[in-house]
């Protein structure tokens, strides 16, 4: 592939990972695509539920992510900003989109290509 969009990070911050662990996992990833001739995207965290530990965590790690992939010089698909900055209508059980989530991520990444 020429593209490879990287999209995790929901269950780290869930199991406690830090974004320093979480940072050093991503670094290793890039740098593996890159010695492959693949464009990395990053993927930013899409909300969670009040119900879910670590909710509050979620917009300061998109805050870090997002940091993250402009020093890496890398792409990067705002998944929060797809579901209209965090609205947990698109997640279904706490953690996972909806049909109507799904939907908008699929032609929020389109428009991402397009």
């Known amino acids: ?39 990395p995207i990053i993927a930013t965290l899409p909300p969670l539920g009040d119900d879910q530990v670590n909710c509050d965590k979620v917009p300061a790690w998109n805050e870090y992510i997002t940091v993250k992939a402009h020093e890496l010089n890398i792409g990067l698909w705002d998944r929060w900003q797809a579901f209209d900055n965090g609205n947990l209508s698109f997640i279904e059980d706490g953690r996972h989109p909806t049909r109507d989530g799904y939907l908008r991520l699929g032609e929020n990444v389109v428009r991402f290509f397009i």
């Open 1 to 39: 592939p020429d593209v490879c969009i990287v999209a995790y990070g929901t269950n780290d911050i869930r199991n406690g990972v830090s974004r320093e662990d979480y940072y050093a996992d991503l670094l290793q990833l890039v740098n593996i695509l890159r010695e492959h001739k693949i464009f």
